[in-house]
T-cell receptor
Framework: AQSVTQLGSHVSVSEGALVLLRCNYS??????LFWYVQYPNQGLQLLLK??????LVKGINGFEAEFKKSETSFHLTKPSAHMSDAAEYFC???????????FGRGTSLIVHP | KAGVTQTPRYLIKTRGQQVTLSCSPI?????VSWYQQTPGQGLQFLFE???????NKGNFPGRFSGRQFSNSRSEMNVSTLELGDSALYLC???????????FGPGTRLLVL
């Protein structure tokens, strides 16, 4: 079975500060890992994904995530937060193929001016 | 290439009614998955269709059903609506070569 834990249902940062959203996973096989962002009343938009290539993955809007197998983590970071980054962020893990990804409960990012 | 489209975007129904939601996947994507999103339960997987066949199923009652047509468009039906069915229903299409799900904007269902 696979599972995802997102630490912190809410994360608050000041504009210009570092963004760090935590994601830990468990998977019985080498995983595929994803970060999605959801703005109010919209669907989920893919930010980035890890599919066993480079462990540091760069995504859209200046976000990146690093796959750390020893820590079973896939934390999302951005050097400098922008007001437009305020949204809900979801981490997901999949075994690949026809397996349905498992999503975390989400982390709401709040950006203060 | 057009993204995943869902219709309608908003819907209000009363208890006991039934509802049908529609999803058109990205062109060339043959897999369509449906999710229910609520503040209390988060994102929950309903079912997945591939080539007109249900391939995976989540843990939802039989009131929730779906189907997929030969053009990969999918519909989801909920019968005998309950207040707890109020949610954002998301559809996602999947391309095996990219190992990635792409989501539509969702249908917001309110049951009164």
């Amino acid at each position: 079975a696979q599972s995802v834990t997102q630490l912190g249902s809410h994360v608050s940062v000041s504009e210009g500060a570092l963004v760090l959203l935590r994601c830990n996973y468990s998977s019985s096989v080498p995983p595929y890992l994803f970060w999605y962002v959801q703005y109010p009343n919209q669907g989920l938009q893919l930010l980035l994904k890890y599919t066993s290539a480079a462990t540091l993955v760069k995504g859209i809007n200046g976000f990146e995530a690093e796959f750390k197998k020893s820590e079973t983590s896939f934390h999302l970071t951005k050097p400098s937060a922008h007001m437009s980054d305020a949204a809900e962020y979801f981490c997901a893990v999949s075994k690949g193929g026809s397996y349905i990804p498992t999503f975390g409960r989400g982390t709401s990012l709040i950006v203060h001016p | 290439k057009a993204g995943v489209t869902q219709t309608p975007r908003y819907l209000i129904k009363t208890r006991g009614q039934q509802v049908t939601l529609s999803c058109s996947p990205i062109s060339g994507h043959r897999s369509v998955s449906w999710y229910q999103q609520t503040p209390g339960q988060g994102l929950q997987f309903l079912f997945e269709y591939f080539s007109e066949t249900q391939r995976n199923k989540g843990n939802f009652p039989g009131r929730f059903s779906g189907r997929q047509f030969s053009n990969s468009r999918s519909e989801m039906n909920v019968s005998t609506l309950e207040l707890g069915d109020s949610a954002l229903y998301l559809c996602a299409s999947f391309l095996a070569s990219e190992e990635t799900q792409y989501f539509g904007p969702g249908t917001r269902l309110l049951v009164l």
